[in-house]
C-alpha cells in the first residue's frame, strides 16, 4: 500500500483502506496524460487506485479493489468534453482570480434534489 486513510484492528490482525499503482499504465499509471486537458501535467502526479485489504501477520489474506482503472480504462482515457483549461490563480482552486467570478440563475440539478430533497422553489 502507498497510502492508507483508514485501519481496523482485531486480535488476528487488520483491515485497511489504502492505495496501489493504478492499472492504467503509461506514464505513472493514469494513461495518456495529454487526455485531461490537452497536454500532459507540468507537475505529473501518479494515479492510485483504492483497495480494502485484510493482513494477517504480514500475510495479506485479501485485497478487494474500491475504484474502477483497468489497463484497458486508465484514470485518463479520452479527452475531456467540454472543458477549458485556464492556468490557476491564488490558492482557492477556482481557476479563476479571488473575487472575479459570480453565479446568478443556478438551478438545482436533478441530483442534488433527489439527495437533498429539494424542489425548484427551494
Known amino acids: 500500500m502507498n497510502d492508507f486513510g483508514d485501519i481496523y484492528a482485531d486480535k488476528d490482525g ?68 467540454n472543458l477549458t483549461c485556464s492556468s490557476v490563480f491564488g490558492n482557492d482552486a477556482t481557476s479563476v482570480a479571488p473575487g472575479g467570478v459570480s453565479v446568478a440563475d443556478l438551478k438545482l440539478t436533478s441530483a442534488w434534489r433527489i439527495l437533498f430533497g429539494k424542489t425548484d422553489n427551494d
Open 14 to 81: 487488520f483491515v485497511i483502506v489504502g492505495t496501489r499503482d493504478a492499472e492504467g499504465g503509461g506514464t505513472l499509471n493514469y494513461g495518456n496524460p495529454s487526455n485531461l486537458c490537452g497536454t500532459a501535467p507540468s507537475q505529473a502526479v501518479p494515479c492510485y487506485d483504492m483497495y480494502m485489504a485484510r493482513y494477517e501477520g504480514a500475510s495479506e489474506k485479501w485485497a478487494t479493489k474500491l475504484t474502477s482503472s483497468s489497463a484497458s480504462l486508465p484514470p485518463y482515457s479520452a479527452p475531456t468534453s
